[in-house]
């Protein structure tokens, strides 16, 4: 049981490498618990702070609890890290709003140290989720009712809508 999320990472502020401001050779790390991870291009092009707009799409089971953000800079000096952010998964999972909804979110960045250390800005959209499907459909088969009716003339292969109703 996983889901997909379709994250893009827009841009960072206010990043710091020995108290120097980051302007460009910067890049974005994005890691599931599961070590699912993608990585966006290195942003040279040297604005006041990096931009990536970059779109990437993770693979993310349903009990993983956060996701990590790391963004790294390539100096003289080699890789240095700039800054992490661990985000709960309940941020933009779950609620009051849809699954397709799209999340635009910033979040601290914090150094080795715990120090704050600039602002990684992005947004997330829960593509898919087929999780909720087949909990839906366990859990009525739990409980041994029939939630709806079968599509494509009652082939198993069809699908099951509906919602189970408990009784007391």
């Known amino acids: 049981m996983s889901r997909s999320l379709e994250i893009t990472v827009l841009s960072g502020e ?6 120097k401001p ?11 618990e599961s070590n699912n991870v993608v990585m966006t291009r290195m942003d040279t092009e040297g604005r006041n702070y990096p931009s990536w707009n970059e779109k990437m799409v993770v693979d993310m089971s ?3 609890r956060f996701i990590t953000f790391e963004v790294e800079c390539k100096t003289t000096m080699g890789i240095r890290r700039v800054g992490m952010a661990r985000i709960p998964v309940s941020d933009f999972v779950g609620g009051y ?3 397709n909804y799209l999340h635009f979110l910033s979040y601290r960045l914090r150094d080795f140290e715990g120090n704050r250390n600039g602002i990684i800005n992005f947004s997330v959209r829960v593509t ?9 459909s366990a859990t009525a088969a739990r ?3 029939t939630v709806g009716e079968m599509k494509n003339g009652g082939n198993d292969s069809g699908v099951v809508t509906g ?3 408990w009784w007391n």
């Open 14 to 19: 206010s990043l710091r490498v020995d108290r």
């Open 22 to 32: 980051v302007k460009k050779n910067a890049y974005v790390i994005v890691r599931t």
């Open 163 to 165: 919602v189970p109703v």
């Open 143 to 145: 409980v041994g009712t």
């Open 62 to 64: 349903v009990h993983e």
């Open 128 to 136: 898919a989720a087929t999780s909720e499907v087949l909990s839906c």
């Open 97 to 99: 709003l849809p699954d």
